[in-house]
Nanobody
Framework: VQLVESGGGLVQPGGSLRLSCAAAGFPFRFYAMSWVRQAPGKEHEWVSG????????DYANSVKGRFTISRDNARHTLSLQMNNLQPEDSAVYYCARFYTSYRPPSRSLDEYNEWGQGTQVTVSS
């Protein structure tokens, strides 16, 4: 299993970034996926999840209305569009695969057994 995130960077408050996660080594279309972040000195925080078909999404309250998760099963890609970014969104962002197929996304990090290496997002003026 390979999960490779990209798209992070430095952005000013109010700006936007689009993260991508390229998946390989497993049947991507069968698995729910999530984005998880970790800020310096803090625990991992679940951000958003999407079911295997892309028909069900879920968001943490802290990002609802600003972030949009999506997936392209034909291209084995998970995305996170992040708008109106704020300094508190600064973190390493990881994509994670749910531990089993055909289940809806979960907010419990214990239920994700494959993770990417992460991409850094820094929001600062």
């Amino acid at each position: 299993v390979q999960l490779v995130e990209s798209g992070g960077g430095l952005v000013q408050p109010g700006g936007s970034l689009r993260l991508s996660c390229a998946a390989a080594g497993f049947p991507f279309r069968f698995y729910a996926m999530s984005w998880v972040r970790q800020a310096p000195g803090k625990e991992h925080e679940w951000v958003s999840g999407i079911n295997h078909a892309g028909t069900t999404t879920d968001y943490a309250n802290s990002v609802k209305g600003r972030f949009t998760i999506s997936r392209d099963n034909a291209r084995h890609t998970l995305s996170l569009q992040m708008n109106n970014l704020q300094p508190e969104d600064s973190a390493v962002y990881y994509c994670a695969r749910f531990y089993t197929s055909y289940r809806p996304p979960s907010r419990s990090l214990d239920e994700y057994n494959e993770w990417g290496q992460g991409t850094q997002v820094t929001v600062s003026s």
